[in-house]
């Protein structure tokens, strides 16, 4: 198969909002891959490099070369040229790198070209999601939704499933079971604004557990073997060293067990989220990791993800000693759930994750049997720069930068967002930033810093990226305040004092 035709399905997706017609394009495409081929189209068609790390990043795709006139690159080819970039390593490996992408997207053409880059950027916005292209196999080979997403759940990989299925039909499903050692793909939460909503979403009771700002563990057992993989399934065994002993003197010779990674400090209190992940980044390295597990798939030969939540819970219980199990409390009323709530958040943990009782292990999914609720900080800022969107934003402004006031009469960036945006604010943004325009760079409209927008935030993070030294965690815009001017916008001091509180 050609990439052209992997882009043509790509330009169609981008250009509707229609999720049966994305599916319809992703159908017609798998139905014409080959079982060879079948792994690298699924994980294109999700806007998806099939090698985690590429050594490439934005600023590699900046200025590409010539594009070529002829579509003849297969996926094969382009599958083949990453993997050899990915593999590169050593003195000079970079440069090295920098002529086998040259090489590539000279005989790419302009269309490949923006498809490779938003690949290898992460930002190929085309409303295609792993979970829709897992429908849209379902119907491209005759096989039940369900029984398909199972198959991705427990294999961890849609493209082992899409090479299975279309090799050997629907039968090919029967090979993907739950196997020690083979990591999952982890149940996901949908949000809710409060506590009480969550409850009431999920009848009036719900077991609560304290949702910690870590890194999110899938750890396998089997006899003196533990395995640790993160939620994106990558294997970081070798890096936390402290895990595997824990979890290797359990009184288990099999077992699959959730939960999350972070470093504690002397008073108890979690670390910032970034202190954990460079901790884990790092190796061995450094203070030691605390685990907390919250769930259990499987114990001893005995599968458990079909099991309802309360069950696995109990066994769960029995299992770890109290100090390796998240806190968690069973609510049968909002008070004493928003009492729950407030002893977490005192204790400087996240939020809260609630959780159906009689749910089974939905992994893989965003359901509605697990609902996170964390308290919403808000915060002023003023619009530095905004950039040109692709795909179906395509013609009207879409990325926003994102400044607080630095205090001496200018603004300090804190990052980007595109997030939250309805059709209608991106027509009102264009109009509205356009005659704000100062100058332009490349795909960047800069504009008087005068409009201030309000926008949600996950929390705040360290950066070097930023001359603040701060970035935003998931910012999402709300609303364009026309009732606020500039200087009256949050300053770089009252973010900080955010992220000092979390």
């Not at 769960?316 to 002893?343: I, M, S």
């Not at 159906?356 to 992994?363: I, K, L």
């Not at 364009?480 to 009252?494: I, N, P, Q, V």
């Amino acid at each position: 198969m050609l990439l052209k035709d992997i882009v043509d399905a790509s330009t169609t997706m981008q250009a509707t909002r229609s999720r049966l017609a994305k599916k319809a394009a992703l159908v017609a495409v798998l139905r014409s891959v080959t079982a060879d081929e079948a792994g690298i189209a699924t994980s294109y068609l999700a806007g998806e490099l099939r090698q985690r790390r590429t050594g490439l990043g934005w600023r590699s795709m900046a200025t590409p070369p010539p594009a070529s006139e002829d579509a003849s690159l297969t996926l094969t080819e382009v599958d083949g040229a990453f993997e050899a970039m990915a593999a590169l390593s050593g003195a000079g490996s970079q440069g090295r790198r920098g002529v086998a992408l040259d090489a590539l997207m000279r005989r790419a053409t302009a269309g490949e070209q923006a498809h490779i880059a938003g690949l290898v950027t992460g930002e190929l916005r085309q409303g295609a999601l792993d979970a829709l292209v897992v429908d849209a196999l379902a119907e491209a080979v005759g096989a039940p939704t369900v029984a398909v997403r199972r198959a991705v759940m427990l294999s961890g990989s849609t493209a082992r499933v899409a090479e299975a299925v279309l090799r050997d039909g629907p039968a090919g499903l029967a090979a993907f079971t739950l196997s020690v050692g083979t990591p999952v793909r982890p149940m996901l939460a949908s949000s809710a604004p409060s506590v009480a909503e969550a409850l009431e979403a999920l009848g009036g009771v719900a077991v609560l557990d304290a949702k910690l700002d870590g890194i999110r563990v899938q750890v396998h057992k089997r006899g003196a073997d533990v395995r640790v993989f993160t939620r994106t399934l990558e294997d970081i065994t070798r890096r936390v060293p402290d895990l595997v002993e824990v979890v290797a003197a359990l009184p288990a010779e099999t077992a699959v067990l959730d939960g999350e990674a972070l470093l504690m400090g002397a008073d108890g209190r979690p670390a910032a989220f970034q202190d954990s992940s460079s901790r884990i980044a790092g190796g061995s390295a450094g203070a030691p990791l605390s685990v907390f597990f919250f769930d259990v798939l499987h114990l001893d030969g005995e599968d458990l993800i079909d099991e309802p939540a309360h069950l696995r819970f109990e066994v769960l219980a029995r299992l770890l000693p109290a100090g390796l199990v998240v806190e968690r409390c069973l609510a049968h009323d909002a008070d004493g759930a928003e009492a729950f709530f407030g002893r977490v958040l005192a204790a400087g943990h996240e939020g809260v994750v609630a959780k159906d009782p009689e749910a089974a292990y939905e992994a893989g999914r965003r359901g509605a049997s697990w609902i996170k609720v964390k308290p919403v900080h808000t915060l002023d800022l003023v619009v530095l720069a905004i950039e040109w969107g692709s795909g179906r934003r395509a013609g009207r402004l879409s990325n926003i930068h994102l400044g607080a006031r630095d205090g001496a009469g200018g603004f300090v960036m804190l990052g980007k967002t595109f997030k939250g945006m309805t059709d209608a604010m991106l027509e009102w943004q264009t109009a509205r930033f356009l005659a704000l325009q100062t100058s332009r760079e490349a795909h960047v409209v800069h504009v008087r810093p005068e409009q201030v927008v309000e926008v949600a935030v996950d929390g705040v993070q360290r950066s070097s990226r930023y001359p603040g030294g701060v970035a935003l965690r998931f910012a999402r815009v709300l609303r364009y305040r026309g009732d606020k001017s500039a200087d009256e916008a949050d300053t770089l001091a009252d973010v900080l004092e955010l992220a000092a509180r979390h």
